[in-house]
Every structure is written in structure tokens, then in C-alpha cells.
């Protein structure tokens, strides 16, 4: 399935502050879980931010489909380029 692109707003992406524990364990904000549809035993992976000290976390399944989507965008520009440079000569 395919996402339509769409803008979101600062305020829309905020859930709410959380807690490390003792343990280091947050606890997802409800609203956050059930607007991404994320649920107990889901798979989640938590990456350093590359630029700014943060996490990033998402699930997997939805990393993987995003990965695929963004290679067949590589893939459809690279045959828009080669067709171009076709035309071209």
C-alpha cells in the first residue's frame, strides 16, 4: 500500500513527554500507539537521530515498506536520467 504524501504540522507529531525508567524503558503515549497502530509484541527499531542527540523509532514492517518505495523512486529517476541523456545525444 502506498502513502500519499502529506505534510504534517510540529504540534500534529508531538504525543507528550515521557519517563526513562530505572530499566531505561519509556512507555509509548496510547494516542501515539493507536494513531500508528502499534501494538504489544510489535517489533520496533530505535535509531540515533543522525544529526541531533534523539531517537528515532519506528516499526520495522513500515521502515521495510518505506525502503521499497524509496527504491522504486530511485529506480524510476535513474531510467527518467537515462532516457534523458538518450534524448539528449
Same mark, same amino acid.
Given at each position: 500500500?502506498?502513502?500519499?504524501?502529506?505534510?504534517? =504540522? =510540529? &504540534?500534529d507529531a508531538f504525543y507528550g513527554a515521557v519517563t /526513562?525508567? *530505572?530499566?531505561?524503558?519509556?512507555?509509548?503515549?496510547?494516542? =501515539?500507539? =493507536? *494513531?500508528?497502530?502499534?501494538?504489544?509484541?510489535?517489533?520496533?527499531?530505535?535509531?540515533?537521530?543522525?544529526?541531533?542527540?534523539?531517537?528515532?523509532?519506528?516499526? &520495522?514492517?513500515?521502515?521495510?515498506?518505506?525502503?521499497?518505495?524509496?527504491?522504486?523512486? /530511485?529506480?524510476?529517476?535513474?531510467?527518467?536520467?537515462?532516457?534523458? *541523456?538518450?534524448?539528449?545525444?
Amino acid at each position: 500500500m502506498k502513502h500519499a504524501h502529506r505534510s504534517i =504540522a =510540529a &504540534i500534529d507529531a508531538f504525543y507528550g513527554a515521557v519517563t /526513562v525508567g *530505572e530499566r531505561g524503558q519509556i512507555v509509548i503515549p496510547a494516542e =501515539a500507539r =493507536a *494513531e500508528l497502530g502499534i501494538q504489544a509484541g510489535d517489533k520496533l527499531l530505535v535509531m540515533r537521530h543522525p544529526v541531533y542527540k534523539g531517537l528515532m523509532i519506528c516499526k &520495522i514492517d513500515e521502515l521495510q515498506m518505506f525502503l521499497n518505495e524509496f527504491s522504486e523512486f /530511485v529506480q524510476r529517476m535513474q531510467s527518467s536520467a537515462q532516457q534523458q *541523456e538518450e534524448e539528449e545525444a
